[in-house]
Nanobody, 123 residues
Framework: VQLQASGGGLVQAGGSLRLSCAASGGTFRSLGMHWFRQAPGREREFVAA????????YYADSVKGRFTISRDNAENTVYLQMNSLKPEDTAVYYCAAMRYGSSSTNSQNMDYWGKGTQVTVSS
């Protein structure tokens, strides 16, 4: 499975961005899809996840109420809508997938990773 993330950029605080992650080479419907992020000098951290099937969603407390994860199984794509962005959201955002439709907040449990996309929020 190959994952390609896009949609990052520079935005002012309070603004919005939508990240996309296109999957190929596998059965997208069977994957639990995730977003992680890593800021300079910090460990990679969980942001959001969405399971397959009933599409249960999970969020880090730091983004709850501001970010929304969704998936389009017909397009093999997962999205991360980011609203009310803060400077502390600045990071490289990574798309990741877990087999069997599962979800986890632990990056060590991911089976597939895409290259990151930079999100920079200016104050």
């Amino acid at each position: 499975v190959q994952l390609q993330a896009s949609g990052g950029g520079l935005v002012q605080a309070g603004g919005s961005l939508r990240l996309s992650c296109a999957a190929s080479g596998g059965t997208f419907r069977s994957l639990g899809m995730h977003w992680f992020r890593q800021a300079p000098g910090r460990e990679r951290e969980f942001v959001a996840a969405i399971t397959w099937g009933r599409s249960y969603t999970y969020y880090a407390d730091s983004v709850k109420g501001r970010f929304t994860i969704s998936r389009d199984n017909a397009e093999n794509t997962v999205y991360l809508q980011m609203n009310s962005l803060k400077p502390e959201d600045t990071a490289v955002y990574y798309c990741a997938a877990m087999r069997y439709g599962s979800s986890s907040t632990n990056s060590q449990n991911m089976d597939y990773w895409g290259k990151g996309t930079q999100v920079t929020v200016s104050s």
